[in-house]
């Protein structure tokens, strides 16, 4: 069924219909808001007739349930948490909705207009479905209607947003209900819990400025009876790239709401007459059966249609630097490197943090984007015309939105930092936040990173981002509200990648905060992969993979082969291994390779060959996880499956194999039961419904570490 919007006037009931869910709202005769279904395709007639979520006798203490309205307001028997919480002048908290008629400015978009009957304050819901995916997206748009040159306007004066949430979402009633969410922490990032959700509140938020290690912005729900290949599966993730929260609410009388939005407990918003201020949107998913798997794959799909930049280009294999030569780069090391970097099959080359200013160590230097001139005495151009003439694209670090207090910059512009007066200014890393939300900040940084992409020609900038915000304050903002920076330095950061990308259409950027630290569906929408944890440990890594891609798609999962023991773990683990491990994402290589000895050279050189016949698999294939990880003693495998069935490539990794046996056959997922398909390693050839129902021999080596790849081709 495509994606629609269709609406039965009687009821005041709309209904968002994408190719295989459905959606429905209702505003009803007292112009609220409220919320009917979420879940599997019903008719318009269905949804009409259905009675509004949590409705139904309720006792005078209970209040109206957190599931009913759309966006659940502060005010009258409302004691749930409110998604918006505003404070008018005379110090009136509660939200009345007066509906205000209703817009569908584009195919498939919806916007829904209430106005206070008394205050200057427009809300506006907003709903988007595309005809391709059964992502709906949702945001709020709140304005102050108010005219600041009445002099009797008490409406003139500002309205405080405590809280401004993207959205409230509802579930069906169930008896139970599961959240799986993703915690960490650097160097541990996306972890995946599931865990029974309890009754009350749960809050799942960042604090940082940005998305953050701890946390990721998005939630899968479901009734604890799916499966990763059965049940049904409601998602949702806000796509903003700084601080969030998220508020969940599950009532005993199974009742489950949530709230999403921009901005922690603490960050509020100031609406000055005729400001608006609109929400990050916030992408709903539900599956109707295929569990997990299928959510993630959906995920994936959408996010590969609507969202990455260039969905269709193949990640290059890309080698840095950071973890071979650290702040010691020189033009020497780098062209060693690159040289047999070059010579592995490497195609994109990256030179990390230390090339520019005073920067020796982590003291000194970010915010001052020149060579340094120790290292790299004719600029940076000779070192990139070498890694062109290698064959290779050539790649550069950078902090934008950093400076060491030791710079140039800041001696010349103390004040272009977060900071508060009469505060010291704390340091993390030996380093300050450059405040992205003021116009000179943004003009600066423009300014320096197009002519440094230009001058040396640069392809590709990994854009990395090493603390969160402290002392979170804007003291000389114009108009006195600091607090716009918990939004406005977000803003900043997406307006000035977009401005380079569109100044620069070939250049290509990574997304990195120390790791993983800044990962979102508005980070993927502006970068082209993501440096997703700085442990390199490669069975770590496959953990942090396992969370990563349950909704991110493999094609911006980069990860690289390092050294051992590794620097992060200490643990020692075979190079097919670590090969194996990072070929299961986009492949890089990060070891120092003048310290490889030759047969490990060769066999890099052999595995990244592998890896070019199996990445269109990878990195364009639908993702089936067929084990996940678990402790060292049991097998993780994962399957790629090409769109039309046409080839699949499993990889297969077993850390220590117990008492000596082989694995049971693996098996895989998705293949069409009467295609046949040669095991390209083996020769063998077997039915999908084989591979299916008995599964694939593995033949893993009898050793620790032990892992393969298989490439399955159609015939
Ligand atoms: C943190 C990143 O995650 C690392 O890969 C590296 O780029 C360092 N920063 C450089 O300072």
């Known amino acids: 069924m495509p994606a629609a919007l269709s609406h039965d006037a009687t009821t005041g009931t709309w209904l968002l219909t994408t190719p295989s869910t459905s959606y429905a709202l209702r505003v009803d005769g007292q112009g609220v808001p409220r919320h009917v279904h979420w879940g599997g395709p019903l008719t318009l007639a269905d949804v009409a007739s259905l009675p509004p979520a949590g409705a139904g006798p309720r006792s005078s203490f209970d209040g109206r349930p957190a599931t009913s309205e759309e966006l659940t307001v502060d005010g009258a028997d409302r004691y749930g948490p409110p998604a918006l919480r505003v404070r008018f002048a005379d110090g009136t908290r509660a939200l009345t909705w007066q509906a205000d008629g209703h817009e569908q400015p584009a195919p498939g978009t919806l916007l829904l207009h209430f106005r206070d009957p008394h205050y200057p304050l427009r809300t506006t819901l907003g709903y988007r479905v595309h005809p391709d995916t059964d992502v709906i997206e ?167 249609a609507q969202v990455l930049p260039h969905p269709q280009e193949t990640r290059p294999v890309l080698y840095n630097s950071w973890e071979a030569t650290g702040f010691g780069v020189t033009l020497d090391n780098q062209r060693q490197l690159a040289s047999l970097a070059a010579g592995l099959g490497v195609e994109l080359f990256v030179m990390d943090d230390g090339w520019f200013g005073a920067r020796r160590d982590d003291h000194a230097g970010l915010g001052d984007w020149t060579p340094y001139p120790g290292a790299f005495p004719d600029g940076l151009r000779p070192l990139a015309d070498e890694v062109h003439r290698l064959g290779m694209a ?227 294939g639908e993702l089936f996880r067929l084990r996940p990880p678990g402790d060292l003693q049991s097998l993780t495998a994962v399957q790629y499956l090409a769109p039309d069935a046409a080839e699949a490539a499993v990889f297969a990794w077993l850390p220590q194999p117990r008492f000596g046996l082989a694995p049971a056959p693996l098996r895989l997922a998705g293949l069409p039961r009467d295609a046949h398909y040669r095991d390209l390693r083996s020769g063998r050839v077997h039915s999908g419904a084989a591979l299916r129902e008995r599964g694939l021999d593995l033949d893993l080596p009898h050793e620790d570490w032990a892992s393969t790849v298989v490439h399955l081709v159609r015939i």
């Open 138 to 304: 949702r945001w709020t748009e709140l304005t102050h209607t108010g005219i600041a040159s009445d002099p009797d306007d008490t409406p003139g004066d500002d309205i405080l947003a405590l809280r401004a949430d993207s959205a409230t979402l509802s579930l069906p009633p169930r008896e139970d209900y599961r959240l799986g969410h993703a915690v960490g922490q650097w160097a541990a990032e996306t972890q995946l819990r599931r865990t029974s959700l309890p009754y009350g509140e749960t809050v799942l938020t960042s604090r940082t400025g940005t998305t953050s290690h701890r946390a990721q912005p998005w939630t899968i729900l479901d009734a604890g009876d799916a499966t990763e290949e059965h049940g049904q599966v409601w998602s949702a993730a806000l796509a903003w790239s700084g601080s969030w929260q998220i508020t969940l609410q599950r009532a005993p009388d199974n009742q489950l709401s949530l709230n999403l939005g921009a901005g922690h407990d603490a960050v509020t918003v100031t609406l000055r007459p005729g400001e608006t201020h609109t929400t990050p949107p916030v992408l709903l998913l539900h599956v109707a059966e295929g569990g997990f798997g299928a959510l993630s794959r959906a995920w994936h799909r959408h996010l590969r």
């Open 394 to 620: 050539f790649g550069l670090w950078v902090e934008p939105e950093m400076v060491n207090p030791d710079s140039d910059l800041y001696r010349a512009h103390p004040d272009w930092v977060l900071h508060f007066p009469h505060r010291p200014r704390t340091e993390l890393r030996h380093q300050l936040v450059l405040n992205f939300a003021r116009p000179d900040v943004a003009a600066w940084a423009f300014d320096r990173l197009t002519r440094l992409v230009a001058d040396n020609d640069v392809d590709y900038l990994k854009w990395d981002m090493n603390r969160p915000f402290s002392e979170a304050g804007w003291p000389d903002e114009p108009s006195g509200r600091g607090d716009r920076l918990w939004f406005d330095h977000v803003r900043g950061y997406h307006t000035l990648v977009d401005r380079l990308r569109a100044a620069h259409p070939r250049l290509r950027i990574e997304a990195c905060s120390g790791g993983g630290g800044r990962v979102d569906p508005a980070v993927l929408a502006r970068t082209d992969q993501v440096w997703i944890s700085d442990n390199t440990d490669a069975a770590d890594r496959l953990v942090i993979q396992h969370g990563y891609a349950q909704l991110y798609p493999v094609r911006t999962m980069a990860a690289w082969v390092t050294d051992v023991p590794n620097q992060q773990t200490g643990r020692s683990i075979p190079l097919r291994f670590r090969f194996h491990s990072a070929m299961s994402g986009v492949l890089g290589i990060g070891g120092d390779l003048t310290r490889w000895r030759p047969q490990e050279l060769k066999e890099a050189e052999q595995l990244v060959a592998e890896y070019k016949t199996v990445r269109h698999l990878v990195q364009h």
